[in-house]
Structures are given as C-alpha cells and as structure tokens.
Nanobody, 120 residues
Framework: QVHLVESGGGLVQPGESLRLSCAASGTAFSIGTMGWYRQAPGKQRELVAT???????NYTDSVKGRFTISRDNVKYTVFLQMNSLKPEDTAVYYC??????????????WGQGTQVTVSS
C-alpha cells in the first residue's frame, strides 16, 4: 500500500507563508490525483486543492489566488504553497492520494495530518 507523510506545518502570523509537503512511499502500480484537505475544529473536512497526474489543478474558492498545489512525479511528492495566510486557514491539513495497487485495484491513502495555525 501507499504511505503518506506530511510535513511543513507550524505557527505563523497572518500574511505569512508556509509550504506543506507530502511524500508517498510503499507499493503501487501508479499514483493518480493527489490532494490536500483540511479540517478546522468543529467543522467538516473540506477539499482544499487537487492535482492530477497530468498536473491539472483545482482549488476551493477560499484559497484561489493564495495557495498553489504542485507535484514531483519523480520523488512522489505533492506540495501546497500557502501564501497570505489568514486565521481562518487554521486547521489540520491532510494529504490524499489516489492510486492503483499492484493488482490494478483503485484505492486511496491518507496522511496523518499536519497542524497549521495562523494567529497574531
């Protein structure tokens, strides 16, 4: 299976930036769309951004123009560059990957989450 590990979270002030990374390891035939989700206290987990294997991207409206998702298909890593951070961006951020296992079955995997706190 595919194991995902996020890194890069932390505490920043409003207007500052963070870059999250998510590295995939394990076994798979291929990795398809990858994405970032977040969950704030008392709220449902929401989609932040996705990127396909061909690098087509989609963003939720609240982060458009501020966040950029990218991927490195050699290092099996997806990134989330977060600029102009706002307090409402505070959440645990989770990485997700869709993949086919060695039997060509469609599956997905989640990372453990990394905390992003934006506070003055």
């Amino acid at each position: 299976q595919v194991h995902l590990v996020e890194s890069g979270g932390g505490l920043v002030q409003p207007g500052e930036s963070l870059r999250l990374s998510c590295a995939a390891s394990g076994t798979a035939f291929s990795i398809g769309t990858m994405g970032w989700y977040r969950q704030a206290p008392g709220k449902q987990r929401e989609l932040v951004a996705t990127i396909s294997s061909a690098s087509s991207t989609n963003y939720t409206d609240s982060v458009k123009g501020r966040f950029t998702i990218s991927r490195d298909n050699v290092k099996y890593t997806v990134f989330l560059q977060m600029n102009s951070l706002k307090p409402e961006d505070t959440a645990v951020y989770y990485c997700n990957a869709e993949f086919r296992d060695l039997g060509l079955r469609s599956r997905d995997s989640w990372g453990q989450g990394t905390q992003v706190t934006v506070s003055s």
